[in-house]
């Protein structure tokens, strides 16, 4: 069992930037690959980011590729998620997800954590 939680959204003006973390419980948190999502009100949750298991492969979403950097930190069993540059459209409540594939498929997730809401006002 794995159990993640959420933390560093914020209100932050178009342009700016946040880091979110998710820490995670338990002792085999460097097995699992993770992934970020994330939900604005009336639409489907979607893909962000994912990392797999060593932090040596990345996969991005194009609508954040160059503005967002995922890393993870074994010893912490903390994930990270940069955003820089961020725009309106990038609010939304951003869960991250812990599983045995790094993919954009929400089904390969096994855990989630709550959430952490992100709005970027313009």
């Known amino acids: 069992q794995v159990q993640l939680v959420e933390s560093g959204g914020g209100l932050v003006q178009a342009g700016g930037s946040l880091r979110l973390s998710c820490v995670a419980s338990?002792?085999?948190?460097?097995?699992?690959?993770m992934g970020w999502f994330r939900q604005a009100p009336g639409k489907e949750r979607e893909f962000v980011v994912a990392?797999?298991?060593?932090?040596?492969?990345?996969y991005y979403a194009n609508s954040v590729k160059g503005r967002f950097t995922i890393a993870r930190d074994n010893a912490k069993n903390t994930v990270y998620l940069q955003m820089n540059s961020l725009k309106p459209e990038d609010t939304a409540a951003y869960y991250c997800?812990?599983?045995?594939?790094?993919?954009?498929?929400?089904?390969?997730?096994?855990?989630w954590g709550r959430g952490t809401q992100v709005t970027v006002s313009s």
């Open positions: 338990g002792r085999t948190f460097s097995s699992y690959a």
């Open positions: 990392i797999n298991w060593s932090g040596s492969s990345t």
């Open positions: 997800a812990a599983g045995t594939v790094a993919a954009g498929n929400s089904r390969l997730y096994n855990y």
